[in-house]
């Protein structure tokens, strides 16, 4: 087994270098037969009340920088890594993501994206405190210029692709971290304690924007929306919304259940479910994730090539083993490092999707099959 750690000098540790695809050279039936040979497992493995699935991700890493401003770049780029992820042995298929930033839900508050040279757009806060940004007259999110470009970017890749090819919605972040974009967020945190009506008027306001721009991408995007979207393996068999929330991991489980989990149940509730990811090393959330009373499924880093704070495997696997919640696990690693991690996370009882990063076809046979042989399913 090689050495598991962190490379910082790489643009994305989970991307895969793909070439792009031009729309005349992509072969849209054969992805599209592809996915649906798939979805007689996806769907068993959504019904089941234990079992593992693979999940090769094809993650293009200019996607999710500088090209997602070029609808067609982007969606080339995107159907050269769908073009190349059927190589790999998988129990899952990629998808199409609309992917334009993080500060989507931002926009219904002025704000708009500061564009860096080669880097992926960002959002500065222009609020001071949270009575400031109430008063704002914000609007709905496809009246923004932001949420304009992800909707006619939804319209593009569904008429480019003959509506074929499976989609997600744009990437998707909690409540929390939509606020942390609006009001720096030591202001943000102090509010917290010294106003909390006010905080929780605000992510009402923000929750509300989220679902409404949500539903709307929904109604564009219909039959071929995979669920929950974004980083999480997703299928049209699947339900719920995936949800990024890195910055509740700052506050305490108390504050997180009082303050948190009700607009994360009431966005779950529109779309089936939530699903729950953060970056780095969460396991001492867990017990208050699970308070979510929608929550569907998790997700995780569990190798430090994946993340350079990564997860322990064994609390996960008593937690939500029996729970019927599905644990997204990310591997970044080689063959060894991969089963050796499954061996931690598996146990009867468990819902388990490994989501591998193999270079090699060859590579991917080998590593799928001994997951199932660890698994025994």
Same mark, same amino acid.
């Given at each position: 087994?090689?050495?598991?750690?962190?490379?910082?000098?790489?643009?994305?540790?989970?991307?895969?270098?793909?070439?792009?695809v031009?729309?005349?050279?992509?072969d849209?039936?054969?992805?599209?037969?592809?996915?649906?040979?798939?979805?007689?497992?996806?769907?068993?493995?959504?019904?089941?009340?234990?079992g593992?699935?693979?999940?090769?991700r094809?993650?293009?890493?200019?996607?999710?920088?500088?090209?997602?401003?070029?609808m067609?770049?982007?969606?080339e780029?995107?159907?050269? &890594?769908?073009?190349?992820?059927?190589?790999?042995?998988?129990?899952?298929?990629?998808?199409?993501?609309?992917?334009?930033?993080?500060?989507?839900?931002?926009?219904a508050?002025?704000?708009?994206?500061?564009?860096?040279?080669?880097?992926?757009?960002?959002?500065?806060?222009?609020?001071?405190?949270?009575?400031?940004a109430?008063?704002?007259?914000?609007?709905?999110?496809?009246?923004?210029e932001?949420?304009?470009?992800?909707?006619?970017?939804?319209?593009?890749?569904?008429?480019? #692709?003959?509506?074929?090819?499976?989609?997600?919605?744009?990437? #998707?972040?909690?409540?929390?971290?939509?606020?942390?974009?609006?009001?720096?967020?030591?202001?943000?945190?102090?509010?917290?304690?010294?106003?909390?009506?006010?905080?929780?008027?605000?992510?009402?306001?923000?929750?509300?924007?989220?679902?409404?721009?949500?539903?709307?991408?929904?109604?564009?995007?219909?039959?071929?929306?995979?669920?929950?979207?974004h980083?999480?393996?997703?299928?049209?068999?699947?339900?719920?919304?995936?949800?990024?929330?890195?910055?509740?991991?700052?506050?305490?489980?108390?504050?997180?259940?009082?303050?948190?989990?009700?607009?994360?149940?009431?966005?779950?509730?529109?779309?089936?479910?939530?699903a729950?990811?953060?970056?780095?090393?969460?396991?001492?959330?867990?017990?208050a994730?699970?308070?979510?009373?929608?929550?569907?499924?998790?997700?995780?880093?569990?190798?430090?090539?994946?993340?350079?704070?990564?997860?322990? &495997?064994?609390?996960?696997?008593?937690?939500?083993?029996? #729970?019927?919640?599905i644990?997204?696990? =990310?591997?970044?690693?080689?063959?060894?490092?991969?089963?050796?991690?499954?061996?931690?996370?598996? =146990?009867?009882?468990?819902?388990?999707?490994?989501? #591998?990063y193999?270079q090699?076809?060859?590579?991917?046979?080998?590593?799928?099959?001994?997951?199932?042989?660890?698994?025994?399913?």
């Amino acid at each position: 087994m090689k050495r598991n750690e962190f490379d910082y000098t790489v643009q994305d540790a989970q991307g895969s270098k793909v070439e792009p695809v031009s729309l005349e050279t992509f072969d849209f039936e054969k992805y599209h037969q592809y996915e649906l040979s798939l979805r007689e497992k996806c769907r068993s493995f959504w019904n089941s009340e234990e079992g593992v699935a693979v999940y090769r991700r094809f993650r293009a890493p200019g996607v999710f920088a500088y090209a997602c401003k070029d609808m067609q770049l982007s969606l080339e780029l995107q159907l050269g &890594a769908l073009h190349e992820s059927m190589k790999y042995k998988a129990d899952i298929p990629n998808f199409l993501e609309p992917w334009y930033g993080i500060g989507t839900i931002t926009g219904a508050f002025g704000l708009e994206y500061i564009w860096e040279e080669n880097q992926a757009p960002a959002t500065k806060p222009r609020f001071s405190s949270i009575k400031q940004a109430l008063e704002y007259d914000y609007q709905p999110v496809e009246k923004t210029e932001i949420g304009k470009h992800i909707l006619n970017m939804i319209e593009f890749f569904l008429e480019k #692709t003959q509506g074929k090819i499976p989609m997600s919605l744009t990437d #998707t972040q909690s409540p929390i971290n939509m606020a942390s974009y609006l009001i720096s967020i030591d202001k943000l945190f102090l509010e917290m304690y010294d106003n909390p009506e006010d905080y929780t008027t605000l992510l009402s306001v923000l929750s509300e924007l989220l679902i409404a721009f949500s539903k709307k991408q929904q109604e564009l995007i219909g039959d071929v929306l995979v669920y929950p979207g974004h980083g999480f393996a997703s299928s049209r068999e699947f339900r719920g919304i995936g949800m990024s929330d890195d910055v509740s991991l700052m506050i305490s489980d108390e504050f997180f259940e009082k303050l948190e989990i009700p607009f994360r149940e009431e966005v779950g509730s529109a779309f089936g479910g939530c699903a729950f990811h953060s970056c780095g090393n969460w396991a001492r959330k867990i017990p208050a994730v699970k308070k979510i009373k929608n929550l569907i499924m998790v997700d995780g880093a569990f190798s430090a090539e994946t993340d350079p704070d990564p997860n322990d &495997a064994e609390p996960f696997a008593e937690e939500f083993c029996d #729970t019927g919640i599905i644990l997204n696990a =990310r591997i970044v690693g080689d063959v060894e490092s991969i089963c050796a991690q499954v061996e931690k996370l598996w =146990r009867p009882g468990m819902k388990l999707i490994v989501v #591998t990063y193999c270079q090699t076809p060859d590579e991917q046979e080998e590593v799928y099959h001994r997951i199932h042989e660890i698994c025994g399913c």
